[in-house]
Protein backbone atom coordinates (compact mmCIF):
# COMPACT_ATOMS: atom_id res chain seq x y z
CA UNK A 1 0.00 0.00 0.00
CA UNK A 2 1.44 3.54 -1.31
CA UNK A 3 2.14 6.31 1.69
CA UNK A 4 -1.42 8.14 0.14
CA UNK A 5 -3.65 5.26 -0.02
CA UNK A 6 -2.59 4.04 3.87
CA UNK A 7 -3.62 7.91 4.57
CA UNK A 8 -6.22 7.38 2.75
CA UNK A 9 -7.42 4.42 4.61
CA UNK A 10 -6.56 5.52 8.02
CA UNK A 11 -8.53 9.03 7.70
CA UNK A 12 -11.43 6.94 6.27
CA UNK A 13 -11.65 4.43 8.96
CA UNK A 14 -10.34 6.87 11.81
CA UNK A 15 -13.33 9.40 10.86
CA UNK A 16 -16.26 7.39 9.22
CA UNK A 17 -19.37 8.35 7.92
CA UNK A 18 -22.39 8.73 10.64
CA UNK A 19 -23.16 4.55 11.20
CA UNK A 20 -26.19 3.17 9.42
CA UNK A 21 -26.03 0.54 11.42
CA UNK A 22 -27.00 1.35 15.12
CA UNK A 23 -27.96 -0.42 18.83
CA UNK A 24 -31.76 -0.81 17.40
CA UNK A 25 -31.03 -2.18 14.16
CA UNK A 26 -29.85 -5.74 16.16
CA UNK A 27 -32.07 -7.82 15.92
CA UNK A 28 -34.28 -10.26 18.74
CA UNK A 29 -31.61 -12.57 19.89
CA UNK A 30 -33.63 -14.78 22.17
CA UNK A 31 -32.75 -18.18 22.00
CA UNK A 32 -29.23 -16.96 21.04
CA UNK A 33 -26.10 -17.86 23.17
CA UNK A 34 -23.35 -15.24 22.98
CA UNK A 35 -19.66 -15.16 24.46
CA UNK A 36 -17.79 -12.23 24.44
CA UNK A 37 -14.22 -12.70 25.51
CA UNK A 38 -12.66 -9.57 27.50
CA UNK A 39 -16.31 -8.83 28.03
CA UNK A 40 -15.45 -6.60 31.51
CA UNK A 41 -14.49 -3.47 30.04
CA UNK A 42 -14.15 -1.21 26.59
CA UNK A 43 -15.50 -2.49 23.30
CA UNK A 44 -16.06 -5.94 24.69
CA UNK A 45 -18.48 -4.69 27.56
CA UNK A 46 -20.44 -2.53 25.28
CA UNK A 47 -21.02 -5.44 22.88
CA UNK A 48 -22.43 -7.68 26.36
CA UNK A 49 -24.54 -4.29 26.84
CA UNK A 50 -26.21 -4.29 23.55
CA UNK A 51 -26.67 -8.32 22.89
CA UNK A 52 -27.97 -8.71 26.96
CA UNK A 53 -30.78 -6.04 26.02
CA UNK A 54 -31.81 -7.79 22.67
CA UNK A 55 -32.34 -11.24 24.76
CA UNK A 56 -29.77 -13.27 23.91
CA UNK A 57 -28.14 -15.89 27.29
CA UNK A 58 -24.55 -14.31 27.11
CA UNK A 59 -21.30 -15.35 28.66
CA UNK A 60 -18.69 -12.84 29.98
CA UNK A 61 -15.36 -13.96 30.00
CA UNK A 62 -12.70 -12.28 31.19
CA UNK A 63 -9.80 -13.00 33.38
CA UNK A 64 -10.02 -11.20 36.79
CA UNK A 65 -13.04 -12.40 38.56
CA UNK A 66 -12.88 -8.78 40.64
CA UNK A 67 -13.55 -6.85 37.35
CA UNK A 68 -15.70 -9.65 35.43
CA UNK A 69 -18.21 -9.81 38.99
CA UNK A 70 -18.25 -5.73 38.73
CA UNK A 71 -19.09 -5.26 35.01
CA UNK A 72 -21.48 -8.41 35.29
CA UNK A 73 -23.60 -6.48 38.03
CA UNK A 74 -23.11 -3.33 36.35
CA UNK A 75 -24.57 -4.93 33.11
CA UNK A 76 -27.43 -6.37 35.30
CA UNK A 77 -28.49 -3.71 36.86
CA UNK A 78 -28.52 -1.62 33.86
CA UNK A 79 -30.74 -3.68 31.17
CA UNK A 80 -32.51 -5.43 33.80
CA UNK A 81 -31.73 -8.87 32.70
CA UNK A 82 -30.90 -11.51 34.30
CA UNK A 83 -29.28 -14.36 31.32
CA UNK A 84 -25.58 -13.40 31.92
CA UNK A 85 -23.00 -14.97 33.01
CA UNK A 86 -19.32 -14.99 33.69
CA UNK A 87 -16.76 -17.20 32.78
CA UNK A 88 -12.82 -17.34 34.10
CA UNK A 89 -10.94 -16.87 30.93
CA UNK A 90 -6.99 -15.83 30.31
CA UNK A 91 -5.96 -15.76 26.95
CA UNK A 92 -2.23 -16.49 27.73
CA UNK A 93 -3.07 -19.30 29.50
CA UNK A 94 -3.97 -22.82 27.91
CA UNK A 95 -5.23 -24.10 30.70
CA UNK A 96 -7.62 -21.69 31.55
CA UNK A 97 -8.66 -21.82 27.96
CA UNK A 98 -9.38 -25.03 28.13
CA UNK A 99 -11.22 -25.11 31.52
CA UNK A 100 -13.32 -22.12 29.73
CA UNK A 101 -14.03 -23.96 27.15
CA UNK A 102 -15.24 -26.79 28.91
CA UNK A 103 -17.23 -24.45 31.20
CA UNK A 104 -19.52 -23.53 28.87
CA UNK A 105 -20.05 -26.85 27.04
CA UNK A 106 -21.28 -27.80 30.62
CA UNK A 107 -23.74 -25.09 30.81
CA UNK A 108 -24.60 -25.43 26.87
CA UNK A 109 -25.34 -27.22 23.96
CA UNK A 110 -24.27 -24.48 21.46
CA UNK A 111 -23.17 -21.08 20.53
CA UNK A 112 -24.27 -18.97 18.29
CA UNK A 113 -21.91 -16.11 18.55
CA UNK A 114 -18.54 -15.89 19.86
CA UNK A 115 -16.55 -12.37 20.02
CA UNK A 116 -13.28 -12.57 19.82
CA UNK A 117 -12.79 -9.42 21.43
CA UNK A 118 -10.44 -9.49 23.98
CA UNK A 119 -6.79 -8.58 22.83
CA UNK A 120 -4.14 -6.33 24.73
CA UNK A 121 -1.53 -3.87 23.05
CA UNK A 122 2.16 -3.16 24.44
CA UNK A 123 2.85 -5.50 27.43
CA UNK A 124 6.14 -5.19 28.98
CA UNK A 125 8.42 -6.73 26.06
CA UNK A 126 9.65 -9.28 28.36
CA UNK A 127 6.13 -10.90 29.36
CA UNK A 128 5.76 -13.98 27.85
CA UNK A 129 2.45 -16.29 27.97
CA UNK A 130 2.36 -19.31 30.13
CA UNK A 131 3.69 -21.74 27.49
CA UNK A 132 6.24 -19.21 26.19
CA UNK A 133 4.78 -17.06 23.43
CA UNK A 134 5.15 -13.85 22.88
CA UNK A 135 2.72 -12.06 25.48
CA UNK A 136 1.69 -10.07 22.06
CA UNK A 137 0.96 -13.14 20.11
CA UNK A 138 0.06 -15.60 22.52
CA UNK A 139 -3.19 -13.11 23.64
CA UNK A 140 -4.31 -12.01 21.21
CA UNK A 141 -3.76 -14.98 18.00
CA UNK A 142 -2.91 -18.13 19.91
CA UNK A 143 -5.07 -17.93 22.67
CA UNK A 144 -8.35 -17.02 20.59
CA UNK A 145 -7.57 -19.32 18.14
CA UNK A 146 -7.44 -22.19 20.89
CA UNK A 147 -10.49 -21.20 22.49
CA UNK A 148 -12.43 -21.29 19.16
CA UNK A 149 -10.99 -24.37 17.95
CA UNK A 150 -12.37 -25.97 21.40
CA UNK A 151 -15.69 -24.63 20.84
CA UNK A 152 -16.22 -25.83 17.42
CA UNK A 153 -18.17 -28.41 18.59
CA UNK A 154 -20.82 -25.91 19.88
CA UNK A 155 -20.59 -23.56 16.71
CA UNK A 156 -21.19 -26.72 15.02
CA UNK A 157 -24.43 -27.61 17.02
CA UNK A 158 -25.83 -23.99 16.45
CA UNK A 159 -25.05 -24.24 12.97
CA UNK A 160 -26.65 -27.26 12.68
CA UNK A 161 -29.95 -25.70 13.73
CA UNK A 162 -30.01 -22.96 11.28
CA UNK A 163 -26.82 -22.72 9.42
CA UNK A 164 -25.69 -19.61 10.76
CA UNK A 165 -22.98 -19.31 13.89
CA UNK A 166 -20.52 -16.46 13.87
CA UNK A 167 -17.88 -15.74 15.34
CA UNK A 168 -16.24 -12.55 15.28
CA UNK A 169 -12.41 -11.73 14.77
CA UNK A 170 -11.71 -8.27 16.71
CA UNK A 171 -8.15 -6.99 14.81
CA UNK A 172 -7.53 -3.73 13.91
CA UNK A 173 -6.15 -1.19 11.17
CA UNK A 174 -2.91 -1.23 12.57
CA UNK A 175 -2.59 -4.90 10.84
CA UNK A 176 -1.66 -2.18 7.95
CA UNK A 177 1.20 -0.50 9.80
CA UNK A 178 2.71 -3.60 10.83
CA UNK A 179 6.40 -5.46 9.44
CA UNK A 180 6.42 -6.79 6.03
CA UNK A 181 6.52 -9.88 5.83
CA UNK A 182 3.91 -9.91 8.29
CA UNK A 183 4.79 -12.34 10.42
CA UNK A 184 8.19 -12.71 11.65
CA UNK A 185 8.16 -16.50 12.78
CA UNK A 186 11.56 -16.24 14.88
CA UNK A 187 9.65 -13.67 17.17
CA UNK A 188 6.65 -15.65 18.03
CA UNK A 189 8.00 -18.10 20.58
CA UNK A 190 11.55 -16.88 21.78
CA UNK A 191 14.34 -18.78 22.11
CA UNK A 192 17.81 -17.22 22.08
CA UNK A 193 18.47 -15.85 18.75
CA UNK A 194 14.83 -15.38 18.00
CA UNK A 195 14.60 -12.97 21.64
CA UNK A 196 16.61 -10.15 19.80
CA UNK A 197 14.77 -9.88 17.01
CA UNK A 198 11.63 -10.29 19.36
CA UNK A 199 12.59 -7.22 21.36
CA UNK A 200 14.36 -5.46 18.39
CA UNK A 201 10.38 -5.29 17.07
CA UNK A 202 9.50 -3.44 19.87
CA UNK A 203 5.67 -3.39 21.41
CA UNK A 204 4.13 -1.44 18.86
CA UNK A 205 5.33 -3.95 15.71
CA UNK A 206 4.44 -6.65 17.44
CA UNK A 207 1.18 -5.70 18.19
CA UNK A 208 0.65 -4.73 14.66
CA UNK A 209 1.57 -8.34 13.86
CA UNK A 210 -0.43 -9.55 16.26
CA UNK A 211 -3.37 -7.90 14.47
CA UNK A 212 -2.28 -9.48 11.44
CA UNK A 213 -2.48 -12.60 12.70
CA UNK A 214 -6.06 -12.06 13.81
CA UNK A 215 -7.18 -11.48 10.22
CA UNK A 216 -5.62 -14.35 8.45
CA UNK A 217 -6.98 -17.14 11.33
CA UNK A 218 -10.08 -15.74 10.71
CA UNK A 219 -9.54 -15.68 6.60
CA UNK A 220 -8.33 -19.29 7.35
CA UNK A 221 -11.40 -20.11 9.76
CA UNK A 222 -13.63 -18.74 7.50
CA UNK A 223 -12.20 -20.97 4.07
CA UNK A 224 -12.95 -24.30 6.04
CA UNK A 225 -15.90 -23.68 8.08
CA UNK A 226 -18.10 -21.23 5.74
CA UNK A 227 -19.65 -24.48 3.63
CA UNK A 228 -20.96 -25.43 7.60
CA UNK A 229 -22.61 -22.75 8.22
CA UNK A 230 -19.70 -21.11 10.74
CA UNK A 231 -19.46 -17.44 9.54
CA UNK A 232 -15.49 -16.36 10.78
CA UNK A 233 -15.33 -12.21 9.97
CA UNK A 234 -12.65 -9.93 11.34
CA UNK A 235 -12.84 -6.06 11.54
CA UNK A 236 -11.35 -2.96 12.80
CA UNK A 237 -13.65 -1.86 15.50
CA UNK A 238 -12.69 2.03 15.08
CA UNK A 239 -10.36 4.28 17.50
CA UNK A 240 -12.24 3.70 20.57
CA UNK A 241 -12.24 5.33 24.02
CA UNK A 242 -10.99 2.10 26.21
CA UNK A 243 -8.21 1.33 28.44
CA UNK A 244 -6.36 -0.35 24.94
CA UNK A 245 -3.48 2.10 25.92
CA UNK A 246 -2.80 1.55 29.48
CA UNK A 247 0.82 -0.40 28.46
CA UNK A 248 1.59 2.81 26.67
CA UNK A 249 3.61 5.46 28.59
CA UNK A 250 2.09 8.62 29.39
CA UNK A 251 3.84 10.67 26.51
CA UNK A 252 2.28 8.08 23.59
CA UNK A 253 -0.89 8.39 25.38
CA UNK A 254 -1.31 12.04 25.03
CA UNK A 255 0.38 12.33 21.43
CA UNK A 256 -1.75 9.98 20.26
CA UNK A 257 -5.00 11.78 21.69
CA UNK A 258 -3.65 15.06 20.12
CA UNK A 259 -3.11 13.22 16.87
CA UNK A 260 -6.88 11.04 16.91
CA UNK A 261 -9.73 12.03 18.17
CA UNK A 262 -11.02 8.68 20.39
CA UNK A 263 -14.88 7.85 19.16
CA UNK A 264 -17.02 6.82 22.59
CA UNK A 265 -17.01 3.36 23.12
CA UNK A 266 -20.43 2.53 22.51
CA UNK A 267 -19.86 2.96 18.66
CA UNK A 268 -16.65 0.42 19.17
CA UNK A 269 -18.83 -2.17 19.67
CA UNK A 270 -21.40 -1.46 16.32
CA UNK A 271 -18.90 -3.25 13.44
CA UNK A 272 -18.89 -6.18 15.68
CA UNK A 273 -22.45 -6.00 16.65
CA UNK A 274 -23.04 -6.29 13.07
CA UNK A 275 -21.02 -8.78 12.00
CA UNK A 276 -22.42 -11.23 15.07
CA UNK A 277 -26.00 -10.43 14.60
CA UNK A 278 -27.11 -9.02 11.81
CA UNK A 279 -29.22 -10.42 8.88
CA UNK A 280 -26.27 -9.37 6.57
CA UNK A 281 -23.62 -10.68 8.19
CA UNK A 282 -24.74 -14.49 7.40
CA UNK A 283 -23.26 -13.42 4.30
CA UNK A 284 -20.12 -12.02 5.15
CA UNK A 285 -17.93 -15.55 5.58
CA UNK A 286 -14.11 -14.57 5.21
CA UNK A 287 -14.52 -10.61 4.86
CA UNK A 288 -12.78 -7.54 6.81
CA UNK A 289 -15.28 -4.81 8.35
CA UNK A 290 -14.11 -1.71 8.62
CA UNK A 291 -16.23 1.52 11.12
CA UNK A 292 -18.81 1.74 11.10
CA UNK A 293 -20.40 -1.38 9.72
CA UNK A 294 -19.08 -1.69 6.36
CA UNK A 295 -17.46 -4.13 4.38
CA UNK A 296 -13.42 -3.26 3.76
CA UNK A 297 -10.36 -4.59 2.83
CA UNK A 298 -7.32 -5.57 4.69
CA UNK A 299 -3.72 -5.09 4.02
CA UNK A 300 -3.34 -7.31 0.29
CA UNK A 301 -0.82 -9.50 2.65
CA UNK A 302 -3.33 -10.77 4.32
CA UNK A 303 -5.16 -12.19 1.72
CA UNK A 304 -1.44 -13.98 0.95
CA UNK A 305 -2.82 -18.12 1.32
CA UNK A 306 1.43 -19.41 1.68
CA UNK A 307 1.42 -17.07 4.87
CA UNK A 308 -2.02 -17.70 6.28
CA UNK A 309 -1.78 -21.82 5.77
CA UNK A 310 1.54 -21.52 7.49
CA UNK A 311 0.46 -19.90 10.24
CA UNK A 312 -2.50 -22.56 10.47
CA UNK A 313 -0.13 -25.08 10.36
CA UNK A 314 2.14 -23.64 12.83
CA UNK A 315 -1.11 -22.82 15.36
CA UNK A 316 -1.76 -26.44 14.90
CA UNK A 317 1.42 -27.98 15.97
CA UNK A 318 1.45 -25.40 18.99
CA UNK A 319 -1.76 -26.39 20.77
CA UNK A 320 -1.72 -29.88 19.02
CA UNK A 321 -1.78 -31.55 22.22
CA UNK A 322 -5.44 -29.60 23.85
CA UNK A 323 -6.92 -28.59 20.97
CA UNK A 324 -7.25 -32.37 20.02
CA UNK A 325 -8.59 -33.13 23.30
CA UNK A 326 -12.37 -32.89 23.82
CA UNK A 327 -14.47 -32.71 26.41
CA UNK A 328 -18.36 -33.58 26.16
CA UNK A 329 -21.37 -31.31 27.56
CA UNK A 330 -23.46 -33.66 29.86
CA UNK A 331 -26.09 -33.48 26.95
CA UNK A 332 -23.75 -34.92 24.54
CA UNK A 333 -23.43 -38.20 27.10
CA UNK A 334 -21.64 -41.06 25.94
CA UNK A 335 -22.33 -40.18 22.08
CA UNK A 336 -18.37 -40.50 21.06
CA UNK A 337 -16.97 -38.04 17.99
CA UNK A 338 -14.38 -39.18 15.42
CA UNK A 339 -11.46 -37.03 16.01
CA UNK A 340 -10.78 -34.69 13.42
CA UNK A 341 -8.76 -36.66 11.26
CA UNK A 342 -11.82 -38.79 10.73
CA UNK A 343 -10.35 -41.89 12.47
CA UNK A 344 -11.88 -42.98 15.89
CA UNK A 345 -9.27 -43.77 18.35
CA UNK A 346 -11.27 -44.67 21.32
CA UNK A 347 -11.47 -48.70 22.40
CA UNK A 348 -15.32 -50.04 22.21
CA UNK A 349 -15.90 -50.14 25.89
CA UNK A 350 -15.27 -46.43 26.81
CA UNK A 351 -18.47 -45.31 25.80
CA UNK A 352 -19.87 -47.73 27.43
CA UNK A 353 -18.25 -46.80 31.16
CA UNK A 354 -18.96 -43.55 30.61
CA UNK A 355 -22.63 -43.62 30.25
CA UNK A 356 -22.28 -46.21 33.48
CA UNK A 357 -20.96 -43.16 35.13
CA UNK A 358 -23.49 -40.82 33.61
CA UNK A 359 -26.05 -42.57 35.11
CA UNK A 360 -24.51 -42.71 38.36
CA UNK A 361 -25.29 -39.61 41.32
CA UNK A 362 -22.82 -36.69 41.04
CA UNK A 363 -23.38 -34.73 44.10
CA UNK A 364 -19.97 -34.80 45.55
CA UNK A 365 -21.45 -33.32 49.27
CA UNK A 366 -23.41 -36.89 49.30
CA UNK A 367 -21.15 -39.63 50.38
CA UNK A 368 -22.95 -42.86 48.70
CA UNK A 369 -22.48 -40.67 45.65
CA UNK A 370 -18.71 -40.33 46.38
CA UNK A 371 -18.55 -44.60 47.05
CA UNK A 372 -20.79 -44.92 43.89
CA UNK A 373 -18.23 -42.96 41.50
CA UNK A 374 -15.25 -44.22 43.61
CA UNK A 375 -16.11 -47.60 42.72
CA UNK A 376 -16.49 -47.21 39.04
CA UNK A 377 -12.89 -45.17 38.98
CA UNK A 378 -11.56 -48.29 40.62
CA UNK A 379 -12.95 -50.07 38.14
CA UNK A 380 -12.53 -47.86 35.24
CA UNK A 381 -9.13 -46.15 35.78
CA UNK A 382 -6.42 -48.83 34.09
CA UNK A 383 -8.79 -48.34 31.01
CA UNK A 384 -9.12 -45.08 30.95
CA UNK A 385 -5.49 -44.41 31.62
CA UNK A 386 -4.44 -46.71 28.58
CA UNK A 387 -6.90 -45.21 26.56
CA UNK A 388 -5.22 -43.15 23.97
CA UNK A 389 -7.01 -40.15 24.09
CA UNK A 390 -7.78 -39.87 27.57
CA UNK A 391 -7.60 -36.05 27.31
CA UNK A 392 -10.87 -36.65 25.46
CA UNK A 393 -13.03 -37.63 28.08
CA UNK A 394 -15.99 -35.91 29.14
CA UNK A 395 -15.43 -33.00 31.47
CA UNK A 396 -18.35 -34.24 34.21
CA UNK A 397 -16.00 -37.45 34.54
CA UNK A 398 -13.19 -35.45 35.51
CA UNK A 399 -14.93 -33.52 37.72
CA UNK A 400 -16.46 -36.85 38.80
CA UNK A 401 -12.45 -37.62 39.97
CA UNK A 402 -12.31 -35.00 42.02
CA UNK A 403 -13.75 -37.26 45.00
CA UNK A 404 -11.05 -39.83 44.34
CA UNK A 405 -7.97 -40.33 46.31
CA UNK A 406 -4.75 -39.40 44.54
CA UNK A 407 -2.15 -41.39 45.93
CA UNK A 408 -4.16 -45.09 44.45
CA UNK A 409 -3.87 -43.61 40.94
CA UNK A 410 -0.22 -42.12 40.34
CA UNK A 411 0.37 -41.23 36.56
CA UNK A 412 2.47 -43.83 35.07
CA UNK A 413 5.78 -42.92 34.29
CA UNK A 414 5.92 -42.96 30.43
CA UNK A 415 2.61 -42.62 28.84
CA UNK A 416 2.21 -43.42 24.99
CA UNK A 417 0.77 -39.78 25.25
CA UNK A 418 2.55 -36.31 25.54
CA UNK A 419 -0.87 -34.83 26.18
CA UNK A 420 -1.54 -36.72 29.33
CA UNK A 421 0.69 -34.03 30.75
CA UNK A 422 -2.35 -32.02 30.78
CA UNK A 423 -3.48 -34.47 33.94
CA UNK A 424 -1.12 -33.39 35.97
CA UNK A 425 -3.58 -30.23 36.70
CA UNK A 426 -6.29 -32.73 36.53
CA UNK A 427 -4.89 -34.55 39.33
CA UNK A 428 -3.53 -31.37 41.32
CA UNK A 429 -7.08 -30.91 41.35
CA UNK A 430 -8.46 -34.09 42.03
CA UNK A 431 -6.18 -33.82 45.08
CA UNK A 432 -7.40 -30.41 46.28
CA UNK A 433 -11.09 -31.62 45.92
CA UNK A 434 -10.45 -34.98 47.69
CA UNK A 435 -9.18 -33.11 50.45
CA UNK A 436 -11.71 -31.24 50.58
CA UNK A 437 -14.40 -33.83 51.03
CA UNK A 438 -12.39 -35.10 53.37
CA UNK A 439 -12.69 -31.62 55.59
CA UNK A 440 -16.00 -31.74 54.76
CA UNK A 441 -16.51 -34.99 56.71
CA UNK A 442 -14.41 -33.94 59.04
CA UNK A 443 -16.74 -30.88 59.96
N1 LIG B 1 -9.83 0.85 21.25
C1 LIG B 1 -9.40 0.93 20.01
O1 LIG B 1 -9.21 2.02 19.48
C2 LIG B 1 -9.12 -0.32 19.23
C3 LIG B 1 -8.64 -0.18 17.92
C4 LIG B 1 -8.38 -1.32 17.18
C5 LIG B 1 -8.60 -2.56 17.74
N2 LIG B 1 -9.05 -2.68 19.01
C6 LIG B 1 -9.27 -4.04 19.53
O2 LIG B 1 -10.52 -4.10 20.18
C7 LIG B 1 -10.51 -5.14 21.17
C8 LIG B 1 -11.11 -4.60 22.46
O3 LIG B 1 -10.20 -3.65 22.98
P1 LIG B 1 -10.63 -2.38 23.82
O4 LIG B 1 -10.30 -1.21 23.02
O5 LIG B 1 -11.99 -2.54 24.38
O6 LIG B 1 -9.50 -2.46 24.96
P2 LIG B 1 -9.61 -2.70 26.54
O7 LIG B 1 -10.54 -1.71 27.14
O8 LIG B 1 -8.20 -2.72 27.01
O9 LIG B 1 -10.26 -4.16 26.63
C9 LIG B 1 -9.49 -5.29 26.33
C10 LIG B 1 -10.10 -6.50 26.97
O10 LIG B 1 -9.26 -7.62 26.69
C11 LIG B 1 -8.98 -8.27 27.92
N3 LIG B 1 -7.75 -9.02 27.94
C12 LIG B 1 -6.47 -8.57 27.82
N4 LIG B 1 -5.62 -9.60 27.99
C13 LIG B 1 -6.36 -10.69 28.25
C14 LIG B 1 -6.07 -12.04 28.54
N5 LIG B 1 -4.81 -12.50 28.64
N6 LIG B 1 -7.08 -12.91 28.75
C15 LIG B 1 -8.36 -12.48 28.69
N7 LIG B 1 -8.70 -11.21 28.43
C16 LIG B 1 -7.71 -10.34 28.22
C17 LIG B 1 -8.96 -7.14 28.95
O11 LIG B 1 -9.05 -7.69 30.26
P3 LIG B 1 -8.52 -6.84 31.55
O12 LIG B 1 -9.52 -5.76 31.77
O13 LIG B 1 -8.45 -7.84 32.63
O14 LIG B 1 -7.17 -6.30 31.14
C18 LIG B 1 -10.18 -6.38 28.51
O15 LIG B 1 -11.33 -7.03 28.95
C19 LIG B 1 -9.05 -5.57 21.28
O16 LIG B 1 -8.87 -6.77 20.56
C20 LIG B 1 -8.30 -4.45 20.62
O17 LIG B 1 -7.05 -4.87 20.09
C21 LIG B 1 -9.32 -1.59 19.76
Redesign the pocket.
Known amino acids: MSMLAMLRTFIDQSYPPAPTFTEADVPDLAGKVVLV????????KETVRVVLEHGARVYLA???EE?GKAAVKELLDLTGKTELFLLS????SFASIRNCADELKRKETKLDVLFN?????APPIQQLTAEGYDMTFG??VV?PYLLTKLLHPLLQAAAAEHHDARVVH?????HAAGPKPCITWESLKPGEPGENKRRSMGPDNLYYQS?AGVIMVANELARRYGDEGIIHMSL?????????G?NWPLSQRISYSLFIR?KP?AL?AITQLYAGTSPEGKHLNGKYLIPWARVGKSRDDMQDEKISGRLWEWLEEQTAAVATYRSFSPAEGAVWAESESGHSTESESVPARVKELDELPHNVGDMPSIAKVKNWYAQSFDELIHFPSMLSLPSHIRNALLVQPPDHHQLPESTPNPSLMFMNDDFASMALGYERCQDDRRT
Not at 89 to 92: G, H, I, Q
Not at 117 to 121: E, P, R, S, T, W
Not at 170 to 174: A, I, N, P, R, V
Open positions: TGGNTGIGCRSKLDLSNAGLMTNGTSSLGKHPGTIKSELRLTG
